[in-house]
């Protein structure tokens, strides 16, 4: 990459919903680079209409990013761009990979990465679950703010003490950033799940999940657990997320 370039999307990558106006100083520091470079670089995007500077010397961004994200939100399909990170993921632990989202009281595949491994658990495209069953579906409950949660639990058929039960299992995910889930839907299947977040499409959820025999993954969970978080946070990123 072009050292400029690579520079100028570091000064825009400052930017964030904790930093959404800084000075010059705070840009170079966050960014990584010299004051002077910084100048000459911030001076650039205001130029060409990126960067916009009040007047208390602080810089934001300008509508013109807002515009450029409104073609990406059009054209992003989140299952083109997921899909050979989920095919690494496969190859990594050999097992089924699965994306889901939530879709009103029901998580939904909406892509799979099957690996030709014997016994290995079948997940197909449109296959769907309650919520508030198994890993996927606290994960990608652990995204909902409480109100929506408390509405889901209201409205799913649950024993009396089972809601207090998901809550905590999702403050579990919240903190630790994924779940585990051993038989809970399927005797002998392990499912490890992990949140990917969508900047342009903060109101939907997603979770990326593996997903195969408890006797080979078991063994395998810490390894399989940081495989997974990796690809949460790239796959993250690739969607825009902080």
Do not use: W
């Amino acid at each position: 990459m072009i050292r400029a370039i690579e520079r100028a999307m570091l000064i825009l990558d400052s930017f964030d919903t904790a930093h959404p106006r800084q000075t010059l100083q705070e840009i170079a520091t966050r960014a990584g680079l010299s004051k002077a470079t910084a100048f000459r670089l911030v001076g650039t995007l205001v130029n060409a209409g990126y960067l916009l500077r009040d007047e208390r010397q602080k810089y934001r961004l300008s509508l013109e990013v807002l515009r450029l994200s409104s073609f990406a939100d059009v054209e992003i399909n989140i299952q083109a761009v997921l899909r050979p990170l989920m095919a690494q993921v496969g190859k990594q632990t050999g097992e089924t990979v699965a994306l889901y989202t939530a879709s009103g009281l029901m998580r939904v595949c909406i892509e799979t990465a099957q690996m030709p491994s014997p016994l290995m658990r079948v997940v197909s495209v449109g296959e769907q679950a309650p919520l508030v069953q198994g890993a996927t579906g606290r994960t990608l409950l652990s995204q909902m703010t409480d109100s929506e949660i408390e509405k889901v639990l209201a409205a799913s058929e649950l024993p009396k003490n089972d809601p207090m039960v998901v809550r905590k299992r999702i403050e579990i995910v919240r903190h630790r950033g994924y779940d585990v889930a051993r038989g809970e839907r399927v005797i002998g299947a392990t499912a490890i799940a992990v949140p990917i977040h969508h900047r342009l499409k903060s109101s939907a959820h997603y979770c990326m999940a593996v997903v195969g025999p408890s006797a080979r993954i078991d063994d395998r969970l810490e390894e399989f657990t940081n495989v997974l978080k990796k690809a949460g946070q790239k796959a993250s990123r690739e969607l825009g997320a902080d």
